[in-house]
């Protein structure tokens, strides 16, 4: 028997931080962010970094690196623009900055429509998704009636994407813990 939801009851939910990446738009849990920053135009290389580390910067007195999120996920690569902003995220050793195209909107993703991708229509690496999931914003339209859009987005699971092939080795030689 399925059982229908009072307007009472709460469905779970967590709140996404939107965001472009090659003209298709990812998410990550607003937990995990620490700031949203525009891109330094002073970025310093570190020699022998991987590919997709574009060095580090200064963020709030603390030297940060800066990984590009569309190398890091074989993405096509595009030039910065005045859009391009910086993802600012804590683990639980480091600060890391992560390069995106712009960031969209906080959305609110019931927990009910996160399911698995399919493997045949997603172009990143399956291992730093977390899900696919329907993306709500829901705004005040007249008289208090609200209007309700939907739409897809990919989220992702940052910790894992800085977690593999022996990164945080990497990092702890760029940044100092904070």
């Known amino acids: 028997m ?32 620490r700031s949203i920053e525009r891109l330094s135009d002073i970025i310093t290389k570190m020699p022998q970094a991987p590919p997709f580390v574009e060095g580090v910067v200064e963020y709030r007195g603390k030297v940060i690196p800066l990984i590009d999120l569309r190398k890091r996920l074989s993405l096509p690569v595009e030039s910065y623009s005045k859009e391009t902003k910086v993802i600012v995220i804590s683990t639980k050793e480091k600060l890391i900055g992560f390069i995106v195209n712009n960031v969209s909107e906080v959305l609110t993703t019931p927990i009910s429509t996160i399911s698995a991708p399919p ?19 829901t705004s005040r339209v007249r008289k208090r009636r609200e209007e309700v859009k939907e739409r ?7 910790e894992k994407i800085i977690n593999v092939e022996g990164m945080f080795q990497i990092f702890s030689q760029i940044s100092p813990p904070y």
């Open 152 to 158: 897809m987005i990919i989220l992702l699971d940052l």
């Open 2 to 33: 399925v059982r229908k939801r009072k307007k009472s009851e709460k469905e779970k939910s967590i709140r996404v931080v939107g965001f472009y990446l090659a003209d298709e738009e990812y998410g990550v849990e607003i937990s995990q962010i």
């Open 119 to 137: 493997p045949e229509v997603v172009n990143v690496d399956t291992q730093y998704i977390r899900g696919l999931g329907k993306g709500r914003i």
